[in-house]
């Protein structure tokens, strides 16, 4: 697991974007109060999700509109049709921890 930022860094309902090793993460502050990470790139253009909006357990792409789940990666509507990675995250004393192994086995 790799640190990536505090708690306090990702406000609810807020993604930002990390470089972790070399891949680009959308780190997101669920509204259900979780901490998700999904590669930073939607799977229809290749624009940020962080710069998306969250919405309950899902991330839109600012762009044409798909939502991608935060728990599968899965997109719940078109136009984007595959999946995102998902990346395990751990919540420890304080700071935010992502694993670079994708849990729902999609790579990019």
């Known amino acids: 697991m790799i640190r990536i930022c505090a708690v306090e860094d990702v406000p609810k309902g807020t993604a930002i974007s990390a470089d972790v090793e070399g891949t680009q993460i959308a780190l997101v502050h669920g509204e259900d109060d979780q901490f998700y990470a999904v590669y930073d790139e939607c799977s229809h253009a290749a624009v940020a999700l962080s710069e998306g909006e969250v919405e309950g357990c899902t991330l839109e792409c600012w762009l044409h509109g798909s939502r991608f789940d935060l728990r599968t990666g899965e997109p719940s509507g078109l136009p984007a049709t595959e999946p995102v990675p998902v990346y395990p995250v ?7 921890y992502v694993s670079l192994t994708p849990s729902n086995g999609v790579t990019r």
Request: hydrophobic share 30%; glycine share 14%; no cysteine.
């Open 90 to 96: 751990e919540v420890r004393d304080g700071d935010i």
